[in-house]
């Protein structure tokens, strides 16, 4: 068997389809893993990584003594399945395969994986040769060519990612440790610090600062507007920008007629078509079309996969000379393009354009299938159109442009203006992602005379330094030898997620200022550009066998031992600069009841926000727990509290906007104060003057403090906080029914729990006890199916019955027993006979006549009479006794209430009968036999 691995389940199914031609391809699943298979072939996809390198057993524990973060530098690093149905099935069908074939991605990062593949198949199967498909688009032609010239891993080129990884781990893990710790940060709280992440975070911090301390500078620009022929020509002074007002003024006053033409210059422009895409590039031109660098390459990712374009992971920007350039034309014939295909192969510029940047691994960005609106969907075919006409344009003409340059005089004062005409569209016709503005001047001519319409004088600025866009930070990230072409927008998503930064240009938030700033302080090589950049140089050397993998590891050990020389020295300062810098960002603003600072806690998953005046002021705010969410103070402010408003953030959840806390504060509890029968608006404005909010709090207080706060007498007082009790009781029960409901009627689109609370309320069914009684048509109407609606009152009646035998004293042991037998109603223990309760239940007839008379009492009915153990285990053997009479007729008399020879000799068998089941025939056999 030949086993084939790709790097992802989908381009698995594609290489099978390819690969297999005219067979049939049969899919199959083991363990949730797909495989397809034809011939002897078998296709199998990765996840990419299956496994992650982790530290061995030992450090998880980040407050231990001896194994302190320093001790990460050195520890032990170990491969660990993360994919473990993926890895077992690659695992069992290597086992079986005589030949094995690689085919992930063509890059580093691919070949780690390949190599990772290499690994678990070599672990079970240590002699099967193992070979290479090398390809740059999942298209029938590269793969059948890959397939055709099979070549064997690249070790060196696997050994420099592996090295990248241990590298990335051990300072990841070692740094964030030891800032999180002396920050005094645990759990979701942990500041992470990384080998790249770090210094792309200092740059976004560092022009953060270069803007703060900017001081603009106030400038002049001169201009006067002019005419011929009807048309205004704009012409700026030569001088540029002024910096000095007078100089500025005088050169204003000077202006004056008459305007004469001095000079004109024709001349032509040639405008370069775009160079092929690489990456960056791609992402840059992608941003213009408002996609943020992470999605871009999601989406060029997906289109790869599925076939429509090339490897979008590249540093290339030249198409190699094996690119069949004609055949990609002809593919996208006939389609969408077909119009722009045709113009560009009668217009073709002999020699496609070429980039500064030429590497042999990948081409460059290329269309590689055709592919139509409907069939990819809004943001997939804008990136797929994208990269069309950026292929189409890399083979187009220039544009050309004709230039004019005029230089006027003004009674000594001298303008100019330029003007441009697009001769030739060219590429542009293709192209229509970059502006071609034309500002076409009248045809002029030296000496001619123009009149001076008028003279403007601006007054403008100097502007600080623009923010970083994610697209611009990763060409920066680029220039820097920052991160790769993979990981760069990696590396931003990571910054934003972890809430260093935020915002569209990217700006820092107080966290991430804090750590750069602490580490700025104390250990620079961390934030600095050179050690990453270094380490990307060593790769290189790695890839070229000239550096081996231990060896720049070892190297990078010490450099990191360096770093921790100079952070463990100053462990406490950094500590505590942390923390000063970042107190704020809980910080919400003024107390309505004392003044001092709100801020937002956070205990374990429970989150409230509370004051800095306590114990003195109590007041505090809860907020949901932190399951909904982390609580986190965001940019806006109530106008009416002055407070910061809070959202709550959770992974892969949409942000949940509370707004202003108090404002929300407020709202929630207006309801459950309208509750209180003697609440009036009035009332309740006297309250929220003296910050009380909630019934809680009313019912909370002092009667002759709630008295003095809202000015009433102290009798009145105390009838407000019973009514609050009152309504807390309400409030108590209503969140148990939600609670109940929302355990059994499973959440679904379209299905709030909410809402359904809110139509049960309608109808009157605020508890779990009005749920018992109500009906299937009531729950129906609330907007509950039937089915889960019959589910949901039995367990309110469950629940009910359990409660009230609970509360009649049946002890919670025995209420399991009964519940086993079958018994679950207060009235199942008033009408049923004791001695069929003992037998249904086990318990000891005794027992069972105390718990009885227990319920009985309690509902306020008549006991039954008291049988001793001994009587009905004489009664039991006298029945038994009787010849033809067996075990489960006994039991079935005991529903009858006959529990031994006495008592069944007086029965009426008519009506035992009729309870029993038992024929009325054998019951007076039986009575028969005993007289
Ligand atoms: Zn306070
Ligand atoms: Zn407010």
Avoid at 336 to 358: H, I, L, M, S, Y
Avoid at 442 to 458: D, F
Avoid at 695 to 702: D, F, L, N, Y
Avoid at 747 to 769: C, T, V, W, Y
Wanted: charged fraction near 25%; glycine fraction near 6%; proline fraction near 5%.
């Amino acid at each position: 068997m030949h086993l084939i691995i790709a790097e992802k389940n989908i381009s698995a199914n594609r290489i099978a389809q390819i690969l297999a031609g005219n067979e049939k391809v049969r899919a199959t699943k083991d363990g949730s893993v797909s495989a397809y298979s034809f011939d002897t072939k078998t296709v199998v996809g990765l996840k990419g990584h299956v496994v992650e390198v982790d530290f061995e057993p030992g450090y998880t524990n980040w407050r231990s003594e001896t194994h302190t973060p320093r001790t990460l530098i050195d520890a032990g690093i170990i491969k660990k399945p993360t994919e473990k149905k993926i890895v077992n099935l690659i695992q069992k069908l290597s086992k079986k395969a005589d030949l094995v074939t690689i085919a992930t991605d063509y890059d580093t990062e691919g070949e780690l994986i390949g190599k990772e593949a290499y690994e678990l198949v070599r672990a079970v199967n240590p002699n099967v040769r193992i070979n290479r498909a090398r390809f740059s688009a999942i298209t029938p032609a590269e793969i059948r060519t890959a397939f055709e010239n099979l070549t064997d891993l690249d070790f060196d080129l696997a050994a420099a990612g592996e090295a990248r990884q241990t590298v990335d781990l051990m300072w990841g893990a070692a740094l964030t440790r030891f800032i999180s710790l002396a920050a005094r940060r645990g759990g979701t709280n942990i500041l992470s610090v990384g080998r790249v992440q770090s210094p792309t975070l200092a740059m976004i911090v560092e022009r953060e600062r270069e803007i703060e301390s900017f001081v603009p500078q106030t400038y002049w620009m001169l201009s006067l507007d002019t005419e011929k022929d009807g048309v205004t020509i704009e012409a700026r002074h030569t001088a540029g920008r002024f910096t000095d007002h007078e100089a500025a003024l005088a050169a204003e006053a000077g202006t004056k007629e008459p305007l004469v033409v001095t000079d004109v210059k024709e001349g032509q422009k040639t405008d370069r078509a775009p160079t092929p895409f690489d990456t960056t590039t791609f992402i840059v031109a992608a941003s213009r079309l408002g996609l943020s660098a992470a999605n871009a390459m999601r989406i060029a990712e997906d289109l790869y996969m599925n076939g429509y374009i090339s490897y979008p992971r590249t540093d290339n920007t030249v198409y190699p000379k094996s690119l069949n350039l004609n055949a990609i034309l002809n593919t996208l014939k006939g389609g969408v393009f077909d119009k722009d295909v045709a113009w560009v192969q009668q217009n073709r510029r002999p020699v496609p354009t070429r980039g500064k940047k030429e590497s042999t691994d990948h081409p460059p960005i290329h269309p590689t299938g055709s592919a139509t609106r409907e069939a990819l969907g809004q943001d997939r075919w804008k990136v797929y159109e994208l990269v069309v006409r950026r292929f189409l344009a890399t083979l187009s003409p220039d544009a050309n442009w004709a230039t004019t340059r005029c230089t006027f005089d003004a009674s000594g004062e001298s303008y100019k203006a330029t003007g441009g005409r697009l001769l030739y569209a060219g590429w542009r016709r293709i192209y229509p992602y970059s502006e071609a503005k034309e500002n076409i001047l009248p045809v002029l001519a030296p000496g001619e005379r123009l009149p001076i319409k008028k003279v403007n004088l601006e007054e403008k600025e100097t502007q600080p330094p623009a923010r970083y866009s994610q697209s611009r930070l990763i060409q920066v990230m680029e220039e820097l030898g920052l991160g790769t072409k993979s990981t760069r927008h990696e590396v931003i998503g990571k910054l934003v997620s972890r809430r260093y930064v935020e915002g569209n240009p990217l700006r820092p938030t107080l966290v991430g200022r804090a750590v750069i700033d602490a580490l700025d302080n104390h250990a620079e090589t961390i934030t600095e550009p050179e050690m990453t950049r270094t380490l990307e140089e060593h790769m290189q050397l790695i890839k070229q066998s000239r550096r081996s993998r231990d060896d720049v590891v070892t190297e990078s050990r010490e450099m990191l031992h360096r770093v921790f020389d100079k952070l463990e020295a100053h462990k406490s300062e950094i500590g505590t600069e942390i923390m000063e810098q970042t107190a704020e960002e809980h910080t919400l603003g003024p107390c309505p009841a004392c003044g001092h600072d709100l801020r937002i806690r956070h205990i374990g998953v429970s989150q409230f926000i509370g004051c800095t005046g306590y114990p003195e002021c109590r007041f505090n705010i809860s907020l949901p727990g932190s399951t909904w969410g982390k609580a986190i103070r965001v940019e806006a402010t109530c106008p009416e509290h002055n407070l910061s408003h809070v959202r709550l953030i959770r992974k892969g959840a949409r942000p949940w906007d509370i707004g202003c806390p108090l404002c929300s504060h407020i709202a929630s509890n207006v309801e459950a104060l309208r509750m209180m029968p003697s609440m009036t608006d009035d009332l309740m404005q006297r309250l929220h003057a003296h910050h009380i909010y909630t019934v809680s709090e009313i019912a909370g207080m002092q009667p002759e403090d709630l008295a003095k706060a809202v000015d009433v007498e102290k009798k009145e007082a105390a009838e407000l906080a019973r009514e609050a009790e009152d309504a807390l009781e309400v409030l108590r029960r209503r969140s148990e029914l939600r609670k109940f409901v929302r355990k059994i009627v499973p959440p679904r689109k379209g299905r709030s729990h909410a809402k359904i609370i809110r139509n049960l309320l309608e109808q009157g069914i605020g508890d779990i006890h009005a749920l018992s009684l109500a009906d299937v048509a009531a729950i129906k109407k609330a907007g509950i199916p039937e089915a889960t609606g019959t589910e949901l009152l039995d367990a309110a009646r469950g629940l009910c019955n359990e409660r009230a035998l609970r509360e009649a004293g049946v002890p919670a042991v025995s209420l399991k027993k009964y519940q086993a037998g079958g018994v679950a109603t207060p009235d199942d223990f008033c009408y049923l006979p004791i001695p069929y309760l003992a037998s249904k239940t086990g318990i000891n007839p005794e027992t069972v006549h105390k718990h009885v008379d227990l319920v009985c009492r309690h509902l306020g009915r008549p006991a039954p009479q008291k049988i001793s153990r001994t009587v009905f285990e004489r009664g039991r053997k006298e029945l038994l006794e009787v010849p033809g009479l067996g075990e489960a007729t006994v039991d079935r008399l005991y529903l009858a209430g006959i529990y031994d020879a006495a008592t069944l000799r007086v029965a009426d068998p008519e009506k035992v009968s009729s309870i029993t089941g038992i024929p009325k025939a054998r019951l007076r056999d039986y009575i028969g036999h005993l007289k």
